[in-house]
């Protein structure tokens, strides 16, 4: 047990010293907040786990859709698993009536949402909705811009417990300041409410999002793609790559988000798509699914719901992982755990098949440590290894691990 706790707090100390060159890079994007008074609200302090209707349904949301997702995410192991919150994205909005105070579209929503709201929280998960600090949101609906507090209170009333803000049509508004406005607005309500900023780090939030949200995503959004730009959106490794540098910003309550979850919508193969949810875990990125669940295969269930990757995300350290070895398409990622173990990513960015080693060393533990070997996505223990490990890891795959004094 002691000698658990002095090797623990030994590696700590050894791997946060071999950050140097990590923290170079971030350097680059700026600082960490040296004034963290203000904090936002005390909640997310595990990545925020849930469903959001955008990457699959986009604009074609409805009622039936969402009532069909708490249907599934309740019953079909999800819930147990740690999925929590279902966000209707962009496009559920009708008119503000003559008050301005903001309504359902009647067509897709003709229950109103408040009726929805209970619905998912009788399912024993939470609700969470999107809006945008301009005028309109993308999706050309009306946004909060002037509204703030009203929209709010109609969140709060309805028991919104979560909100996406998006960052379209907001002029020369700044960033921090409109998102400060409506966490304010937020908190005004003394309704627990995880606020989620969209503003794709054009004004690099991880330099003050966590005194107003809980999450801000670093870049613009996700396409079911593994690589490559297309409009204003990018592949899962080009997310990975502008998100991982980001990494000492993120932490309990605030975590900086790559955005939605692609698994299972069919533009990647299942290992590609093993990949992108070990990234994510590794990364403590929010895991909000984005694909039907409702009538998901096994193979895309099998990702969604193994739970030792899960805990890798959900680990209460709260430390976001990072690559600490690049070799052409051999990369290995780490990220500390409570307890003193680690996680660790041997990821292939190719398509042929690499073998891919770790050393204690890269991991901040002692060079010669004899350590427990548990393999994440195979779900069995591995001889224990002295010093290093080797795995041959399949093009485009990846090896997940959690390595243990
Ligand atoms: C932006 C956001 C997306 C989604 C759409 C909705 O593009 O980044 O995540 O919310 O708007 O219109």
């Given at each position: 047990m002691i000698r658990n706790i002095i090797f623990g707090a030994l590696a700590a100390v050894l791997l946060f010293a071999g950050a140097a060159p990590a923290f170079a890079q971030a350097a680059d994007a700026g600082t960490p907040s040296k004034d963290p008074k203000r904090i936002a609200n005390g909640l997310a302090l595990t990545p925020p786990m849930g469903w959001n209707s955008w990457n699959k349904f986009a604009c074609n949301v409805n009622e039936k859709i969402i009532r069909d997702t708490a249907d599934s995410m309740s019953s079909n192991g999800m819930k147990e698993a740690g999925y929590r919150y279902i966000v209707i994205d962009d496009c559920w909005h009708g008119q503000r009536d003559e008050n301005g105070f903001i309504t359902a579209d009647p067509v897709k929503f003709p229950s109103g949402i408040k009726a929805l709201a209970d619905y998912v929280h009788s399912k024993g998960l939470k609700f969470g909705i999107y809006s945008d600090a301009g005028r309109q949101t993308c999706g050309g609906r009306p946004g909060s811009q002037g509204h703030e507090y009203q929209d709010a209170l109609t969140y709060a009333r309805w028991g919104v417990d979560y909100l996406k803000y998006d960052w379209c049509n907001t002029g020369t508004r700044n960033a921090q300041e409109a998102y400060t406005l409506m966490a304010d607005a937020l908190r005004a309500t003394g309704r627990d409410i995880v606020f989620s900023l969209c503003e794709w780090g054009n004004s690099q939030?991880?330099?003050?999002?966590q005194k107003a949200g809980n999450l801000w995503r670093t870049t613009g959004d996700i396409i079911d793609k593994w690589e490559g730009k297309y409009d204003y959106s990018w592949g899962m490794l080009n997310i990975v790559d502008m998100n991982e540098p980001l990494w000492p910003f993120a932490g309990p309550g605030h975590w900086n988000d790559p955005d939605m979850l692609e698994v299972g919508n069919g533009g990647m193969t299942d290992t590609q798509y093993r990949s992108h949810f070990s990234l994510w875990a590794i990364m403590a990125a929010p895991l909000i699914a984005g694909n039907d669940i409702a009538n998901m295969d096994a193979a895309t269930r099998e990702i969604l719901l193994n739970r030792e990757v899960i805990a890798v995300d959900q680990d209460v350290l709260g430390v976001q992982g990072r690559r600490v070895s690049r070799d052409g398409n051999r990369e290995v990622w780490v990220k500390p755990l409570s307890g003193g173990a680690r996680a660790v990513l041997l990821f292939n960015r190719g398509e042929r098949p690499e073998t891919i080693s770790v050393d204690w060393e890269a991991l901040g533990y002692p060079p010669k440590m004899k350590a427990r070997i548990r393999d994440l996505w195979t779900h069995k223990d591995l001889t224990p290894a002295t010093g290093s490990y080797s795995a041959m890891v399949p093009g485009y795959g990846v090896a997940m691990l959690k390595v243990q004094p």
């Open positions: 939030p991880w330099l003050w999002g």
